[in-house]
């Protein structure tokens, strides 16, 4: 009788330890969470390419949906001097001139009103077309980026060490007006006589760098011989004699050849460093510019290397250059001090008409001890 009460045993330590270990019940599934289904935000203000009068813009959006009533929402928002933006920016970055031309700010919290909006705590470039988007994130869903919208920036100037710029197209210059001049809507500062121009005082010398502009109502045969489209200069004394001197010229009826562009460059006391195109080059250089064609014209100055001009037609987004010509500079440092730059140019001991072209109109002027920014001023052209 013993022997047949084994197998009973058994079978009741098995069903002790099935109930133990909870019998033939599945562990618990692990939960799940399903990424929140997001709309993209719609932008509202600033839009349609709006001309601004601020640096630091309000951007709204119209917020984005989602189909799950719980977990928090925020907005991503980036704002770029392009429209391809760079999706890894969450941060200011600025231009060499010190403005923020890509800004990100992840983190906005959604305005419960319908509305959310976000404001830069630095200043944007001035004169600049910008683009902007948002989307909506919550938990570990994103919506797509909200259509891409335009402004731009305030229409200003400034001047500062190292560079200067001057949009000239809103009625306002951070230069001196001397003589008749006049601010043309939608065009920029024309100077109305030879004896006209604008001048800069630079707050420190620039040795090396870059003055640019665009320049329209050029046309040919105008009074003058060796007149003067912009330079440069120490000091204030005599221009024509001045020993960092800088002239870039467009010579008048009387010029030799008329019609002809060319340029002088003093790097100390003559004659140690007097660089200029020769004049063969000169005589090459003869053109019928149009007065209804804005212009771009560039110089460019270093130690120990070269000064160079160069004009485009069709402005600053030009495809054809019809001059571009440098010359060597081995010796002299050009370090003037003070130092003034014009457009037009003060008249010297060689009279008014070696001085500025009359009838000439200058806008978005950079003077830099570095290249201008691509996208300054580009709040004052057109879509291309």
């Known amino acids: 009788m013993q022997w047949n009460r084994l197998p009973l045993l058994a079978g009741v330590l098995a069903l002790s330890m099935a109930s133990a270990c909870g019998g033939d019940k599945a562990p618990n599934a692990p939960t799940t969470t399903t990424a929140a289904r997001l709309t ?4 509202e ?17 119209k917020n984005g949906t989602s189909d799950q009533a719980t977990g928090a929402r925020t907005y991503e928002f980036q704002v770029s001097d392009t429209g391809t933006f760079n ?15 890509l800004v990100g700010k992840t983190g906005v919290p959604e305005n419960a009103a319908g509305k959310t909006s976000f404001q830069p705590d630095q200043d944007l470039q001035p004169t600049t077309r910008y683009y902007w988007r948002a989307r909506v994130v919550q938990g570990t869903g994103q919506s797509d980026w909200s259509a891409v919208s335009t402004f731009k920036t305030k229409l200003v100037g400034y001047n500062r060490a190292g ?25 920029g500062i024309r100077v109305n006589s030879n004896t006209s121009y604008v001048r800069y005082l630079l707050p420190a010398t620039i040795s090396n760098g870059e003055f640019s502009m665009e320049i329209e109502g050029l046309h040919p045969d105008f009074p003058g011989d060796k007149t003067k489209l912009f330079g440069m200069q120490e000091g204030q004394d005599d221009y024509i004699t001045n020993r960092y001197r800088v002239d870039i010229q467009y010579r ?8 002809s562009i060319t340029y002088r460059v003093l790097y100390g006391d003559d004659p140690c460093c007097k660089y200029e195109p020769d004049t063969d080059t000169r005589f090459r250089s003869v053109y019928a ?39 060597p500079t081995p010796k002299g440092v050009y370090a003037p001090s003070p130092h003034y730059a014009y457009l037009g140019a003060p008249t010297g001991r060689s009279g008014a008409e070696s001085a500025s072209v009359p009838g000439a109109i200058y806008r978005n002027v950079w003077i830099g001890n570095h290249p201008r920014p691509t996208s300054l001023g580009s709040a004052l052209r057109r879509l291309r």
Do not use: C
């Open 45 to 61: 203000t600033p839009s349609a390419d709006e001309q601004l009068d601020t640096l630091r813009p309000m951007l709204t959006v």
């Open 289 to 327: 510019l149009n007065p209804s064609i804005p212009y771009f014209w560039k110089f460019t100055w270093g130690t120990g290397t070269e000064v160079r001009v160069s004009v485009k037609e069709d402005g600053i987004n030009g495809t054809k250059t019809i001059y571009n010509v440098g010359v």
């Open 252 to 259: 008048g009826q009387q010029g030799f050849p008329p019609n």
């Open 163 to 187: 560079e200067l710029y001057d949009p000239l197209i809103h009625g306002e210059t951070v230069g001196d007006r001397i003589g008749s001049t006049d601010f043309i809507p939608g065009k």
């Open 87 to 101: 999706s890894a920016v969450t941060a200011f970055s600025s231009s060499p001139a010190g403005f923020a031309v």
């Open 40 to 43: 993209a935000p719609v932008g």
